[in-house]
């Protein structure tokens, strides 16, 4: 059966089937990572440094096959991978169904998503079939370009097809027949494998392993989201995405504002499970605009709102506005949906490509263009210049940069805004409802970890995340005072807030007449708060968050330019931030009680 969502124009579009009641169910948060696609395999490569990177077991099956699931439930992979298996930092442990894998996203399985074909794998002939994948590979499939298509505002390219680079050699194979207990055959070729390598920031194997499960499940959510949420959302425009010239009166403020507060210059915060950009390898940085957010806003909404507006047909309210951000050689951005309740249609803006001090300055500058997978379900890769800005409807349409900046930095700055009408927040919870009912949570489980009594450590501390029980944050705002934060000992948590790994739903709701902004307290001492986004009047926002994250509400603060909103007791800012304690958790504004931190 075919989903049909209409544009809020009157135009229908077809993305794909809905699969809720012919497949089986995702399986999430376990010990087996079942893979959406060859891409999301890709990722979780990338998501661990290659130092510290373990083998991956993929087993490739075919559900609709009675005599496959026959021979996989003899294997008791599952229960193997909890009990007999390396723990995760030792073996990567996950499943492909090479049948539902098509069928449960609505956008084309190109060559370089088809991990079966990739490999070439059978199970036709075979079926199922075990492959390990060493240490080496890095998720780094070199996708091929179909067609290119110059216009006067950039480059249109369309990937995905045959000629693609596989990256991922010296893997090894099971099958079925082969005579050989397949946990020893597993066993036996981890061992043979260099061990990986601990970062001396995380200290120890054991809790190596749960930073890269904690990594395993921001991604394959974010494959979820991908593949699962834009099949209830409607659509706005024809195409998904359109370009612009960077409204001069912005352009000019925003290239200024940034060359005046390069001494501002700070690297952005990221919690270490955090898997959008690899920000763990490639650190990048920010000009913040909340240092000047009334006339930033001022300007947003004279100059760039209206445009959105007459581009949709809807009214629009802004919810965020960030950068300057800079980007580096090697930084990418994984490919995703926007929050569906703030980041509805969105921008951004390319400022400038500056060549790095050690770099030829003759060199012709390196496209790094955006990526989209259109309504028609292609991957196609947009180039735009510095000055130009794209809009595009970011809570449906997926959207990054998945590929390494070669060289120079790219500068840009971001705004995303929301559809002010409760038909839309109906559909998010449809939507929402939807991607939960495709998916199976089960209990983590796994043997123990094995600490190596010299272990070889990696020479960058990866997993530079988290604070100590006990630390001390002072956090000083503008007048002077001062906000002592101190992160309790687990053990002093309440039983259902010591878990961090734990994805779960928070209810923010603003029950003021006037706008409400959010902050998230990164873990990290001395990082600044993360502006999360505007709330108006009388609206309830769903926000993903986790076990243990802190967050604070500000107002009355857009009249104060330069002011650096921080957690302080300052006048217009909630005397303390509160703690997400459990999934539902709700937050009321202006709070009569809330949770301390």
């Not at 229908?12 to 995702?26: A, D, F, M, R």
């Not at 030792?90 to 049948?99: A, E, I, S």
């Not at 709330?535 to 986790?546: E, K, M, Q, R």
Request: aromatic share 10%.
């Amino acid at each position: 059966m075919f989903r049909v969502v209409a544009y809020a124009l009157g135009l229908s579009l077809c993305l794909g089937e809905h699969t809720s009641t012919e497949l089986p169910k995702i399986v999430n948060h376990g010990r087996v990572v079942e893979l959406m696609n060859g891409e999301h395999f890709d990722n979780l490569m990338q998501d661990t440094p290659d130092e510290m990177r373990p083998p991956s077991l993929v087993l490739f099956f075919n559900h609709t096959d009675a005599a496959c699931m026959e021979t996989v439930a003899g294997l008791e992979y599952k229960r193997q991978a909890e009990t007999s298996l390396p723990s995760r930092e030792r073996l990567l442990v996950t499943k492909y169904n090479m049948h539902a894998a098509p069928k449960r996203i609505w956008f084309t399985l190109e060559p370089e998503r088809d991990l079966a074909q990739r490999w070439g794998i059978d199970t036709a002939k075979t079926c199922p079939t075990l492959v390990l994948a060493p240490g080496s590979c890095k998720g780094v499939t070199e996708w091929c370009t179909r067609s290119t298509q110059e216009d006067s505002d950039g480059t249109v390219s369309t990937v995905g097809c045959e000629e693609y680079v596989e990256e991922c050699d010296g893997r090894e194979v099971w099958q079925a027949d082969a005579g050989v207990d397949w946990v020893d055959w597993v066993t036996e070729s981890v061992e043979q494998h260099p061990v990986p390598k601990l970062s001396p920031e995380i200290g120890s194997y054991t809790a190596q392993g749960k930073w890269m499960v904690a990594r395993d499940r921001i991604t394959a959510h974010t494959y979820h989201r991908n593949s699962l949420l834009p099949l209830d959302l409607p659509a706005f425009s024809k195409k998904g995405y359109a370009t612009f010239k960077i409204p001069e009166p912005v352009y000019e403020w925003l290239l200024d504002f940034y060359d005046r507060n390069q001494k501002e210059r700070r690297v952005e915060p990221w919690a270490a499970d955090r898997t959008q950009m690899n920000f763990h390898e490639h650190k990048i940085y920010q000009v913040d605009l909340d240092l000047e957010r009334a006339e930033a806003d001022k300007l947003a909404n004279e100059h760039i709102r209206p445009l959105l507006e007459e581009w949709v047909g809807r009214d629009l309210q802004l919810t965020s506005y960030f950068g300057v951000r800079e980007y580096f050689p090697g930084s990418r951005l994984r490919n995703h949906v926007d929050r569906s309740e703030t980041h509805v249609i969105s921008v951004t803006m390319s400022l400038e490509r500056r060549r790095l001090p050690h770099e030829d300055p003759d060199l012709a500058d390196d496209e790094w263009p955006l990526e989209f997978i259109n309504w028609e379900g292609n991957t196609i890769r947009y180039s735009h210049k510095p000055g130009y800005m794209v809009l595009y409807e970011s809570a449906r349409l997926p959207h990054g940069r998945p590929y390494p900046l070669k060289s120079g930095m790219h500068t840009g700055a971001f705004l995303h805004y929301t559809v002010d009408a409760d038909s839309w927040r109906d559909q998010v919870d449809v939507a929402f409802d939807h991607l939960k009912s495709n998916l199976e949570s089960t209990v983590y489980k796994s043997r123990p970890s094995v600490e190596l009594e010299d272990p070889v450590f990696t020479e960058y501390p990866f997993g530079r995340i988290t604070r100590d029980p006990g630390d001390e944050e002072v956090l000083v705002c503008p007048d002077g005072t001062e906000l002592v934060v101190v992160l309790a000992d687990e053990e002093e948590q309440p039983a259902d807030n010591s878990n961090r790994d734990v994805e779960i739903s928070l209810f923010l709701k603003n029950d003021d007449s006037k706008l409400v902004h959010v902050y998230w307290i990164p873990h990290e001492i001395g990082a600044l708060p993360v502006y999360q986004g505007k709330i108006p009047p009388g609206i309830t926002y769903l926000f993903g968050s986790y076990l243990g994250h802190a967050f604070f509400f500000a107002t009355d603060w857009e009249d104060k330019e330069g002011y650096r909103a921080e957690p302080t007791q300052r006048a217009g800012i909630q005397q303390n931030p509160f703690l997400v304690t459990g999934d539902g958790t709700e937050i009321v504004w202006p709070a009569a009680s809330h949770d301390e931190l």
